[in-house]
């Protein structure tokens, strides 16, 4: 089944300690992205890649760091998080065809 | 730059027709998109449409797009409960993969 898998689901955490998110999928598809959702600002692109190796920053990258070393795992990593970071963030990854792009469930992170 | 905007809410009693609509700016957009989002998950795609078409229909959906007016619009015939959701549109640039989405609109259906 072609999907895009993000773990965990939900994260609380504490200001200031280090936590990735994962997110993989099995499509081979070259281009993924993360994007946070809050209420009111509708999706907001955080960083993206292109292919393995190849990043770039979207509309909100402070605070947010990535890597593509393999084609099929995109991790988002907050080297210190701080509590405007918290949100529901979304994994997405799409072919180069346009034909639409495949979204995670989600990750609920709370930072206190 | 680029900018994809939506009407907040539409409610509308089961059985009647939706429509969401969306504008955007970005007149090189090569795909514009409907997705759905229901309360705890992700996006679902919904449709989509080349920017050279004027409609698209897929069952219950159709797809119209006006590129004069750079206005896209999701129309769903014979609403139903389980289509109440928050509908997103997006576009995709023309030389990267990049969606801009708009705000989202939430569809409530009454029954």
């Known amino acids: 089944e072609a999907q895009v898998t993000q773990n965990p689901r939900y994260l609380i955490t504490v200001t200031g300690k280090k936590l990735t998110v994962t997110c993989s999928q099995n499509m081979n598809h070259e281009y993924m992205s993360w994007y946070r959702q809050d209420p009111g600002l509708g999706l907001r692109q955080i960083y993206y890649s292109m292919n393995v190796e190849v990043t770039d920053k979207g509309d909100v990258p402070e605070g947010y760091k990535v890597s593509r070393k393999e084609k099929r795992n995109f991790p988002l990593i907050l080297e210190s998080p701080s509590p405007n970071q918290t949100s529901l963030y979304f994994c997405a990854s799409s072919s180069q065809t346009g034909q639409g792009a495949f979204f995670g469930q989600g990750t609920r992170l709370t930072v206190v | 730059g680029e900018d994809v905007e939506q009407s907040l809410f539409l409610s509308v009693r089961e059985g009647d027709s939706s429509v969401i609509n969306c504008t955007y700016t970005d007149s090189s957009s090569t795909y514009l998109y409907w997705y759905k989002q229901e309360p705890g998950a992700g996006l679902q795609l919904l449709t989509y449409i080349f920017s050279n078409m004027d409609m698209k229909q897929d069952q219950r959906l159709t797809v119209l797009l006006n590129k004069k007016d750079k206005h896209l619009s999701l129309r769903i015939a014979d609403t139903q409960t389980g289509d109440s959701a928050i509908y997103f549109c997006?576009?995709?640039?023309?030389?990267?993969?990049?969606?801009?989405f708009g705000q989202g609109t939430t569809l409530q259906v009454k029954p």
């Open positions: 997006a576009e995709k640039g023309s030389d990267t993969g990049k969606l801009i």
